[in-house]
Nanobody, 125 residues
């Protein structure tokens, strides 16, 4: 069993930055791909970014590419999301997830077996 806990969310003005963290426990997650998803009010949860266990490549949604950076510290069992140039449309609950395969399917929810409880990010205009 894996337990994921996100932190680092909050209220920030447009153009500002936040760094989200996702701490994993219960299992060493260094051999598994991980990802960030988000869900805005009234909308379905959507893919944000994914990273394989090696961290040697990354995948981003077009809406965040160039502004967000996903990274991981396998020694610390922690996943990160650095968010810069934040926009009001980035307002959402952000979730981290642990999966089994990194590839084209990484942008879908189905490959991920474990999810955190989410952290709220609110960007004011």
């Amino acid at each position: 069993q894996v337990h994921l806990v996100e932190s680092g969310g909050g209220l920030v003005q447009a153009g500002g930055s936040l760094r989200l963290s996702c701490a994993a426990s219960g299992r060493t997650v260094s051999r598994y791909p991980m990802a960030w998803f988000r869900q805005a009010p009234g909308k379905e949860r959507e893919f944000v970014a994914a990273i394989p266990w090696s961290g040697r490549s990354t995948s981003y949604a077009d809406s965040v590419s160039g502004r967000f950076t996903i990274s991981r510290d396998n020694a610390e069992n922690t996943l990160y999301l650095e968010m810069n140039s934040l926009k009001p449309e980035d307002t959402a609950v952000y979730y981290c997830a642990l999966g089994a395969v990194f590839g084209p399917s990484s942008r879908k929810e189905e490959p991920y077996d474990y999810w955190g409880q989410g952290t709220q990010v609110t960007v004011s205009s």
